[in-house]
């Protein structure tokens, strides 16, 4: 489903006199299956958020391989990553993401506009994938005016509308109490459980970390533990 093989970043830092190198990831190999939720963790740094954006396309690696579904999407151009993702990939982010000026129905909405469906249809799939997450009363709150699990929530309804394989979360309770944090693992597992969606969730957080079924533990770029839950 995915893998990874041989996977370095390099950024350069500083003006061209004092130009330094910051190796991030240091060959970087691992797999997942279709099914799978991985856990990444690592100390502030490690480059989680790194690794999480090479997979997701946001940037494109120095070195080594990503496969996804079958595809080599390491050399990848910027449009063509864009298109693959709108059909395989949806993102969770630790401050959500969301639109602020759009109400919750239009940012669960906008991925299926950027793909081109048709207006008809997608009222329906909204208002559906809104239900998913309990929020279909919620649909015409902006961001503002809901609370930090909502926002989250509408943001895993904008990641899932477009039915994709493949779910990257970074952080995603980060920001959230332990009560609100335990119903978004909840509906990570709903959804992992129902629709076979394949997870990858970077945390610093055992509870979180304990969801996955695979584990992987970054140090200063390496990967050190690699385990699989039995
Ligand atoms: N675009 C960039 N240019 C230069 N350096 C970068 C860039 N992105 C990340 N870094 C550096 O790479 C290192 C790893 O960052 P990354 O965000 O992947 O770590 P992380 O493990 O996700 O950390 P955290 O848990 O704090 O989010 C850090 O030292 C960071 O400053």
């Known amino acids: 489903m995915i893998e990874v093989k041989n996977l370095c ?3 350069e830092l500083g003006k061209k006199q004092n130009k330094m190198k910051l190796d991030v990831l240091k060959d970087v190999s ?3 299956n279709k099914g799978d939720i991985l856990a990444v963790t690592g100390r502030s740094g490690s480059g989680k958020s790194t690794l999480l954006n090479l997979i997701g396309g946001l940037m494109k690696p120095t070195s080594g391989e990503i496969m996804i579904n079958q595809t080599n999407v ?3 151009s910027e449009g063509d990553f864009a298109t693959f993702r709108l059909d395989n990939i949806g993102f969770i982010f630790q401050n959500f993401q969301l639109i602020p000026s759009m109400t919750a129905y239009e940012n669960v909405e906008l991925p299926l506009v950027l793909k ?3 207006e008809n249809k997608r009222a329906s799939i909204v208002l559906t994938t809104l239900n998913r997450v309990g929020l279909e009363a919620y649909k ?6 809901l609370s930090g699990g909502q926002q989250q929530r509408i943001s895993i309804a904008r ?3 477009i039915e994709p394989p493949i779910i990257l979360a970074d952080e995603p309770t980060g920001s959230l ?5 335990q119903e978004i693992l909840s509906i990570i597992q709903q959804l992992n459980k129902e629709s076979n969606i394949t997870f990858i969730i970077i945390t610093h957080d055992d509870a979180v970390a304990k969801i996955g079924n695979k584990h992987i533990h970054l140090h200063d770029g390496k990967l050190v533990k690699e385990e699989v839950a039995i």
């Open 9 to 11: 970043q390099t950024f």
């Open 159 to 161: 990641a899932l509308v």
């Open 177 to 181: 109490d332990s009560e609100t944090e």
């Open 140 to 145: 015409d709150h902006y961001p503002s005016e």
């Open 30 to 32: 691992f797999q997942m």
């Open 116 to 118: 081109g469906v048709a």
């Open 74 to 76: 390491t050399n990848f």
